[in-house]
C-alpha cells in the first residue's frame, strides 16, 4: 500500500501548515501565557542593552512574524534575549553612548547584519556550525553572561545611579557607593525575583514575571514611590514598527562586522539548541531553515530600528507546556504585544526600575547551570577547569573578546581530543570471530604472528605523527615475529594527505621488515573514497583491503 503524497512545504509561513481547528484553541491559550511571560522579559531585556523599552516591544513584534513566515519550528519563540544582550551592548558602548541616536543606530544595523549572516548560513545548510561548541564551553559562557547581567543590574536593585563601562568601573562604582542602597529597592528587586522563582518552580505556564510586576507596580503605587525613593521606568511612546534603514554611515561597518559574526554564532547555536529540544512528535527540525527564520527576524528589526534578537528557550518551552502545536501561538503573542505597544504603553511608566532588576536577576539565575558544573565537576575535572575558564574568560574580559576565546577553546578542545587518538591492540572474542579492542574487562584471544591493531579517530594532519610513530615502533617490536600486521579501520571515516603519506610509509616498512599489511572494516564511504584518491589502495593493493580481520587472516597468515 503506497503511503499518501506529501503535501509540498509551504513558501511562507511552513510552520503553520496542518493547523486543525481543534489545535486552535490550546494555540490560543499558549499564545496568551507567551505574551504574559513575554511582556516583561522584552522590557527588561532592552533595559539592559540599554536602549528604550518600546524597541523591545518592536523586536519581539517583527521577530515573531519573521520566524513565523520562514523559519520551520512549530513553537519557537524569537525575540529579545538576555544571552546575546550583554554582548552587543557592551561592544557598542565603546562605539558610542548608550541611548544616544548613534548607539540606536549601531544597534540596528548590527541586527541587520546579523540577519544577512543566518539568512546566507540557512541558505548553505550550515547548521553545523553549532556543534562548534562544547556543552562545557557553553555553560561556561552564560555562566560568564549570568554574571555580567547580575552587575549591571545591581545598582538598580540596589536603588543606586546607573553604571557604565566595564566590568571592573561597574564594580568600583557599586563599592564607591554602597553606602547609599535603598531598602525599599532591594525589597522590589528581591520579592520580584523570588515571585518569579516561586512561579517558576510550581509551572511554567504562571506568568509569575507579569504578576510580579503588577504587584510591585501596585505597592510602589500605594505607598508612594516618590516617598520610597524608588526610580520609576517613566513614560513609554506608543507606536508600532516602521521600517527605516538605520542612519550610520559606512565607517561603521567594518567595526560591527566582527561583533555581528559573534552575535550570528551564539544565535545558531542556541536556535539549534532550542529547535530540536522542542521538536516533539515533528520529528529532526530543519535547522537550516530555522536559521533563515531567526535571519529575517533580525532582519525585520533592524529596519524596525530595534536590535539583534534570539531563540529563547524558556518562552518556548512555556508555549510547548502550554499546549502549543504551531506558531499561531507566537502569533497570537505578537498581536497582543502590538495592541500593547500602539495603545497601552501608559500602564508601563509606573513601573519600579528594580522590579525590571529583579526579572533580570531571575534570568540570570536560570542560566547559570549549577547542575551541569557539578556534573562537570563529577565526571571530568578537564572540562570542568574548561568551563571554568570560559566562564571567568567572559566575566572579566570584554564580552566579545570572551566569546571569541570561548569559541578558540571549544575548537581547540575537539582538536586536542582527536590528536590523543593512538593504535591500540585488538584481540578475538572468545568463541568467536570478533576482533575488539583489548580491555581489562575481558580476556581476548591473539593470532600467533599477527598483530591486528585499531585507530579509533579520523586520520588526519593532527593525529597521523602519532599513527605513524605508533604503528613503526609496534612494527620494530615485532620484526622477525610477526608475518601480518591488519589495521582494523571501522572507526577511520576520514583520512587527508598528510595521514595518507603516514599510512603508505608504515605500509612501506612493514613490507621491508617482512610483514604483510591489510586493512579490515573500512566501513566509511569517504575513507574508501580517499583510499583510491591519495594513492593508499594502489600502495596496498585492492586484494588487501577486507570486510572483516578474520577473513584477512584467514587470506593472508594461513596460507
Known amino acids: 500500500m503506497q503511503s499518501p503524497k506529501a ?33 516583561p522579559e522584552q522590557i527588561a531585556t532592552a533595559q539592559l542593552g540599554g536602549l528604550p523599552p518600546q524597541l523591545g516591544f ?88 549570568s554574571i555580567h547581567i547580575v552587575i549591571s543590574q545591581a545598582p538598580a536593585i540596589l536603588g543606586l545611579s546607573e553604571g557604565s563601562g566595564d566590568v571592573y568601573h561597574r564594580l568600583a562604582r557599586l563599592w564607591a557607593e554602597a553606602g547609599g542602597v535603598n531598602p525599599a529597592a532591594v525589597a522590589i528587586g528581591l520579592g520580584v525575583f523570588a515571585t518569579i522563582l516561586l512561579g517558576e518552580r510550581v509551572s511554567a505556564r504562571i506568568p509569575s514575571a507579569l504578576a510580579a510586576l503588577v504587584a510591585a507596580t501596585l505597592a510602589c503605587g500605594a ?179 570572551g566569546v571569541a576565546i570561548g569559541v578558540f577553546l571549544s575548537l581547540a578542545h575537539g582538536v586536542f581530543t582527536v590528536t590523543r587518538a593512538q593504535p591500540i591492540p585488538f584481540e578475538r572474542m572468545p568463541g568467536s570471530t570478533v576482533w575488539w579492542p583489548a580491555s581489562p574487562h575481558a580476556t581476548g584471544e591473539t593470532e600467533t604472528g599477527v598483530l591486528v591493531t585499531g585507530f579509533q579517530a579520523p586520520l588526519s594532519f593532527l593525529n597521523a605523527h602519532d599513527f605513524r610513530r605508533g604503528l613503526l615502533s609496534a612494527i620494530e617490536e615485532g620484526r622477525g615475529r610477526l608475518r601480518l600486521v591488519v589495521l582494523e579501520a571501522s572507526s577511520v571515516v576520514e583520512i587527508d594527505f598528510t595521514a595518507s603519506a603516514a599510512l603508505i610509509e608504515v605500509i612501506g616498512k612493514a613490507r621491508a621488515a617482512g610483514m604483510d599489511f591489510a586493512v579490515a572494516r573500512l566501513e566509511s564511504v569517504r575513507a574508501r573514497a580517499a583510499f583510491d584518491r591519495l594513492g593508499i589502495a594502489e600502495a596496498l593493493g585492492a586484494d588487501h583491503i577486507f570486510p572483516s580481520v578474520e577473513q584477512a587472516i584467514r587470506t593472508l597468515a594461513r596460507d
Open 223 to 401: 505607598l508612594g514611590a516618590d516617598r520610597l525613593g524608588v526610580r520609576l521606568l517613566g513614560a513609554v511612546p506608543a507606536g508600532v514598527p516602521a521600517p527605516a534603514l538605520p542612519a550610520i554611515v559606512f565607517d561603521d561597518l567594518p567595526r560591527l562586522f566582527g561583533l555581528a559574526v559573534l552575535i550570528a554564532l551564539v544565535v545558531m547555536m542556541q536556535t539549534a539548541v532550542t529547535s530540536r529540544s522542542f521538536a516533539g512528535e515533528d520529528g529532526d527540525p530543519d535547522i537550516g531553515r530555522d536559521y533563515v527564520g531567526l535571519g529575517v527576524a533580525n532582519a525585520l528589526s533592524g529596519l524596525a530600528g530595534a536590535f539583534p534578537v534570539n531563540a529563547s528557550p524558556p518562552r518556548t518551552a512555556a508555549v510547548a507546556e502550554s499546549g502549543g502545536r504551531s506558531q499561531v501561538a507566537g502569533l497570537t503573542a505578537v498581536l497582543a504585544v502590538l495592541l500593547l505597544a500602539a495603545f497601552g504603553t501608559k500602564v508601563l511608566a509606573a513601573i519600579p526600575v528594580a522590579a525590571l532588576g529583579g526579572v533580570l536577576l531571575f534570568v540570570a539565575q536560570r542560566i547559570f547551570h549549577v547542575g551541569e558544573l557539578r556534573e562537570l565537576w563529577g565526571r571530568t575535572r578537564a572540562e570542568f577547569g574548561l568551563a571554568l575558564l570560559t566562564m571567568a574568560l567572559i566575566a572579566a574580559l570584554p564580552i566579545q573578546t
Open 58 to 145: 518592536f523586536a519581539f513584534i517583527v521577530a515573531g512574524l519573521g520566524f513565523a513566515a520562514f523559519g520551520s519550528s512549530r513553537r519557537l519563540s524569537a525575540g529579545a534575549d538576555s544571552t546575546i544582550t550583554p554582548i552587543f551592548a557592551g561592544s557598542l558602548a565603546g562605539m558610542a553612548s548608550v541611548g544616544s541616536a548613534h548607539y540606536l543606530a549601531l544597534a540596528a544595523a548590527l541586527a541587520l547584519l546579523v540577519g544577512l549572516i543566518l539568512v546566507l548560513a540557512g541558505a548553505f545548510k550550515m547548521d553545523w556550525i553549532a556543534d562548534l561548541l562544547s556543552r562545557p564551553v557553553i555553560t561556561g559562557f552564560l555562566a560568564g553572561i
Open 7 to 39: 503535501r509540498p512545504a509551504w513558501p511562507v509561513f511552513q510552520a503553520l501548515q496542518g493547523v486543525t481547528m481543534a489545535e486552535l484553541g490550546g494555540d490560543l491559550i499558549a499564545g496568551a501565557t507567551l505574551a504574559a511571560i513575554a511582556i
